[in-house]
């Protein structure tokens, strides 16, 4: 039950820290941080280092976590795969794709990935569609 609760407003919650993150990014993320800026988060400019090199990449571990963790608790194979892909591209782009030009774009998708996930976690909840005994481990 824990496992269940904590994957289900985890992964929201880190899927949401990393878009105000990159938002908080001009230099490396301007179309997110434009739209940032928009929303009246443009203050958050004067942390960007600290945006870009510790809370991005650590949402995006707690995201990549929680969505594997939720297997356990709904043994959907395709939920899980969509899940985990948004952190892992995401953090894919922050560390070996960073030097790359079209690494931004691989952060866009990643993080567009990641909320796109979660809004259909809100909207379609997983089930267990199987029991403890029937499911392919």
Request: include cysteine.
């Amino acid at each position: 039950m824990l496992i269940r609760l904590l994957t289900r407003f985890g992964d929201k919650i880190s899927s949401l820290g990393a878009l105000v993150s990159a938002m908080g990014c001009a230099m490396c993320f301007p179309a997110i941080a434009s739209l940032g800026a928009a929303v009246g988060l443009g203050f958050l400019s004067q942390w960007e280092g600290l945006f870009v090199s510790t809370l991005l990449p650590l949402f995006a571990w707690i995201a990549l976590v929680l969505n594997g963790l939720g297997w356990f608790s709904h043994r959907q194979w395709h939920r899980s795969a969509l899940g985990v892909a948004g952190p892992i591209l995401l953090l894919l782009s922050l560390y070996p794709f960073f030097q790359y030009g079209w690494s931004s774009y691989v952060t866009y998708s990643a993080l567009g990935l990641m909320v796109a996930v979660s809004l259909w976690d809100i909207f379609s909840p997983a089930n267990k569609r199987c029991d403890d005994d029937s499911c392919a481990v």
